[in-house]
């Protein structure tokens, strides 16, 4: 472990607070009217972030908000022929700097996803690469999988460091925060101070612990071809998706959705273009002007998610799931749909 | 509750061939999780399973159900209900929306059931259940080796706590003995007293700050059994486009106001709107006092007579109320 | 900022400069980028598209359907149809919109180099074809016969009628085909695919591109294969919603294929590989 801070838990707030005087400092908080979910947002004095659990959706909407402008336009008169109209355009507001404190290993692997289509495709996304570039991960390392986690299973883990900024490790009473890129090395000295060597050691000894753990039973990589092959199978897909309700939770909780849909709102002369979250599992996702719609049944749409995530994304991308195991899907679904089976079901060729 | 899953197993079993499918429950991916079960063969009655996590309400899957069956063999759709479900099943039949000798009803008395989310906030290192018992004031859970005592509240779903209607109103076998309710027939809803005697702008601020975080997922609209038009709803049309995407509370507010009119007088309270929330948002409140004033204005409840019409549904020149 | 070398959302500014009626509900526009000095250096490939922006409406995609040569102004063919479609068609000359272009990819023309072609359209369909047939007429030497065959329901259907004198005296083959019998109607008639099969093209050295309404397409596909063309002699486009146009939003995908990045012009080689999504 190369340099590392440690910082206790009663010192924490005071650090984030005087943090979010430079920054936007995003913490998963419950909220709710029975408090029962935790959702990531900007940190207030007298706030208790949460540590223990994963976050109820994950925390895509800081680096992919749920709505946001993509420029703004206005209708004038043209002034060299007052006739005429011109239209004027403004777009890309100045973006403050941001810090993720508390996100998951399979969060980070979500933005990984992020990264891959909105940076390195044909075109680089303007929007997503700024606040990408201004937003420093502090990745939690995780003791506490659950039932419905499975990162194992997707080529990643709970000790998985991959595109994370700064790398905290839970020891008694505090976070033993070690700093992986140039971005984390920048802020890591607010937080504490550098490390002792007994504390080093028991975070050595939580991590060991953590890199020894397999989440998830089955190996859901490599489906691209049983996919495939089952792809035309409409019994199976009917039968797997029969209560699936089509609404679009698991792909707003998703850390590695990021399908989205651009509309424009204008009020008389301005307005302006948006992009906002959509998902595939909307039933007008697909369908055209004409009326036509490719996917006009549930079953077609889920196996389109199934695809995307487990045979389609991989193929384009070097074998990379755009699934990270975070099981947000299957947790927060009003009737438990879960993806691990039905891969495991091509996977295994028979139906579980 | 082993006795029950059988005895449901046995009735379905008895009138097999002339149904389609069956809906009930079954295990899910854990022990906290029930989950929808689609039964299409007689092996796998055997999933069937009655138990306080039990919580999907099964008659919204109903509709799409008889539109996709075979129009030729004609089959009949086998359902488990518990008291709220069956009225959402009979608001169904109100509407013409399920025609009544289309579905083979088993009705189950039902003590209540958890709040999956209520419960995993409080015991969050809950592992394997292996089983939870309903009292009058308590919820007895065995886990893990051990055996604790909750106080209701804590853990039966909001609904649950204010029911008047445990047993199933319509069915064609029963399982079990009729249970009592926990309150009196005319009793009031008492999240509902508690808006109401906060001033207007208290009370618009409450609901402003709820909606805040809603994401427009718009999973409350897809569990709900009476909203059939998902596929065209009003929120979602391009052509007219009645709500930009912008993620807005104007926009979010709206969609909730859309939502609670068109089921002024259709919402039946099985309460799956709030349970699947998954930012918490106490949805069916808004349709709790909409049931208020229908009822204060016609004095009309949906889905407790499959006979009766709904008041806004019907056009009576002879009613002076309005 | 607003750079649209650095924003790919962001649409150039253009003018309407001429609008043709080619149908009752398809209207060709001739637009030109406001910014000149773009304007002179925009290149582009047959088969590409734009996305047309009604800002305060929306975007569509079409396809580019002037030849690349044609330096003065960019051509789409609109079908009215939807919300974007139907403020376009209320467009005058010298009214503002976007353009979103170059995207996509093109037709190959590395595979017709040389051959015949066989170019087989029907209403609309004739819009992504016209380019490419441009260009080849644009570089007659380059290529073998030229032979159009174009149908629509009725005369009335038909698109760029005021240019199949040009056509046929750059080159090309021009076979014209209604559904039936009308006043005044000297060529054909009959359904796209039978005239293709009355003409017995030979697949010898020969590439077939096709565009139309998915029944016609059907049966053309059926038509050329019974006839002995090869899965990749045979070009098409396809079409489904877009929205970014640069492989990011994820909705136009066909199994791991997207539309708007890995088409729209493909060979049926690759369109039979692909999952059966259309």
Not at chain 1, 180 to 204: M, Y
Not at chain 2, 3 to 15: A, G, P
Not at chain 2, 84 to 89: E, I, V
Request: charged residues 25%.
């Amino acid at each position: 472990m190369t340099e590392c801070y440690y910082i206790s838990q009663n010192e924490l707030p005071a650090v984030l607070e005087t943090v979010s005087g430079l920054m936007d400092v995003w913490v998963p908080l419950k909220t709710g009217t029975h408090k029962t979910a935790i959702e990531f947002a900007p940190f207030t004095p007298g706030c208790r972030p949460i540590f223990d659990r994963q976050s109820t959706s994950s925390p895509k909407s800081v680096l992919f908000p749920q709505s946001e402008t993509l420029f703004k336009f206005r209708y004038l008169k043209d002034e060299s022929d007052p006739t005429r109209q011109t239209v004027a355009l403004t777009d890309l507001e100045e973006i403050r700097p941001a810090l993720v404190f508390g996100l998951r290993p399979c969060d980070a692997r979500g933005f990984l996803v992020f990264d891959k289509v909105f940076l390195d495709g044909i075109a680089k996304d303007p929007y997503y690469a700024k606040r990408r570039e201004k937003t420093v991960l502090a990745t939690l390392a995780c003791k506490t999988p659950d039932s419905a986690c499975f990162c194992s299973s997707v080529g990643s883990g709970p000790g998985d460091r991959q595109n994370s900024d700064l790398w905290i490790i839970p020891i008694d009473d505090g976070f033993v925060i070690e700093a992986l890129t140039e971005k984390g090395r920048e802020v890591l000295p607010r937080f504490g101070k550098p490390a002792g060597e007994s504390q080093i050691k028991q975070a050595e000894k939580v991590q060991k612990h953590i890199d020894g753990l397999t989440v998830g039973k089955a190996d859901l990589t490599g489906a691209g071809s049983e996919f495939t092959r089952r792809f035309t199978d409409t019994e199976f897909w009917r039968d797997q998706v029969s209560k699936c309700l089509s609404c679009g939770m698991c792909t707003f909780n998703c850390p590695t959705c990021y399908c989205f849909n651009i509309t424009d709102d204008a009020h008389g002369l301005e307005g302006e273009r948006l992009r906002s979250w959509d998902s595939c599992m909307f039933n007008h996702y697909t369908r055209e002007a004409s009326g036509h719609n490719p996917r006009p049944e549930k079953y077609e749409r889920f196996r389109n998610r199934v695809g995307h995530k487990f045979s389609y994304f991989p193929e384009r991308y070097d074998g990379m799931m755009a699934c990270c195991g975070c099981g947000r899907c299957i947790r927060n679904c009003p009737v438990s749909m879960d993806i691990r089976q039905i891969v495991r079901s091509l996977k295994e060729n028979a139906d579980v | 509750m082993n006795d029950k899953n059988k005895i449901i197993k046995q009735t379905f079993q008895k009138v097999f061939d002339d149904l389609e499918v069956v809906l009930g429950w079954k295990q899910g991916f854990d022990s906290l999780h029930m989950t929808p079960a689609f039964i299409r063969k007689a092996s796998d009655l055997d999933q069937l399973v009655f138990n306080p996590q039990c919580v999907q309400n099964l008659s919204g899957y109903l509709f799409s159900t008889l539109k996709a069956a075979d129009p030729e063999k004609q089959g009949k759709i086998g359902i488990c209900v518990k008291g709220c479900d069956s009225r959402s099943l009979t608001a169904l039949i109100q509407e013409g929306l399920v025609e009544r000798d289309r579905v083979y009803i088993v009705g189950i008395p039902c003590e209540g059931v958890v709040d999956v989310k209520k419960l995993r906030n409080l015991k969050p290192s809950l592992t394997e259940i292996s089983g939870i018992t309903i009292e009058a004031d308590e919820v007895v859970i065995e886990a893990d080796g051990k055996t604790e005592r909750f106080p209701i509240a804590d853990v039966l779903a909001h609904k649950c706590l204010q029911c008047r209607y445990p047993n199933p109103l319509i069915y064609d076998a029963l399982i079990g003995e009729p249970v009592t309710a926990r309150v009196a027939q005319d009793a009031a809803r008492p999240a509902v007293e508690q808006l109401d005697a906060l001033s207007l702008e208290a009370r618009r601020n409450f609901w402003l700050t709820e909606m805040d975080r809603c994401i427009r997922c718009y999973a409350c609209r897809n569990a709900c059994p009476m909203c059939v038009c998902q596929d065209s709803c009003i929120a979602e049309t391009r052509s007219p486009k009645w709500l930009s995407q912008r993620s807005d509370i104007s926009e979010k507010f709206l969609f909730h106001m859309i939502r609670t009119v068109h089921l002024a007088g259709r919402c039946t309270e099985c309460g799956e709107c709030m349970r699947v929330c998954p930012v918490d948002i106490p949805v069916t409140l808004l349709m709790e006092k909409m049931n208020c004033i229908v009822k204060e204005l016609f004095d009309y409840e949906a889905g407790i007579d499959p006979e009766s019409k709904p008041p806004l549904q019907t056009y009576d020149s002879s009613k002076t109320g309005i | 900022m607003c750079d649209t070398t650095i924003n790919p959302y962001l649409p150039e500014l253009a003018t309407v400069k001429e609008i043709i009626e080619e149908t009752h509900n398809i209207k060709t526009f001739r637009i030109v980028l406001n910014d000149a000095e773009k304007m002179k250096n925009f290149t582009f490939e047959s088969g590409q598209v734009g996305q047309l922006s009604i800002f305060g409406v929306g975007e569509s995609t079409f396809v580019i359907n002037s030849p690349p040569s044609e330096k003065d102004y960019l051509q789409f063919s609109v079908m009215r149809t939807g919300e974007v479609t139907q403020r376009l068609h209320q467009l005058n000359e010298g009214d503002q919109i976007g353009v979103r272009a170059p995207l996509g990819k093109g037709f190959p023309l590395g595979l017709l180099k040389g051959k015949d072609l066989l170019f087989i359209g029907g209403g609309i369909g004739m819009a992504p074809m016209r380019t490419l047939l441009l260009h080849t007429l644009d570089h007659r030497s380059d290529y073998g016969n030229i032979k159009v065959i174009y149908g629509a329901r009725t005369p009335q259907d038909l698109c760029y009628g005021y240019e199949f004198d040009k056509w046929r005296e750059g080159g090309a083959d021009l076979v014209l085909t209604i559904d039936s019998e009308a006043a005044g109607w000297t060529e054909r008639v009959g359904f796209v695919p039978t005239v293709l099969k009355e003409e017995k093209p030979s697949p010898d050295n020969s590439v077939a591109v096709t565009c139309g309404p998915p029944i016609m397409i059907k049966f053309v596909l059926q038509g050329l294969k019974e006839m002995g063309f090869a899965d990749n002699q045979i070009l098409t486009t396809l079409e489904k919603r877009m929205k970014c146009g640069i492989g990011i939003c994820g909705r136009c995908n066909i199994g791991s294929k997207y539309v708007c990045v890995d088409g729209p012009a493909f060979t049926y080689d690759q369109l039979k590989d692909m999952l059966p999504e259309l």
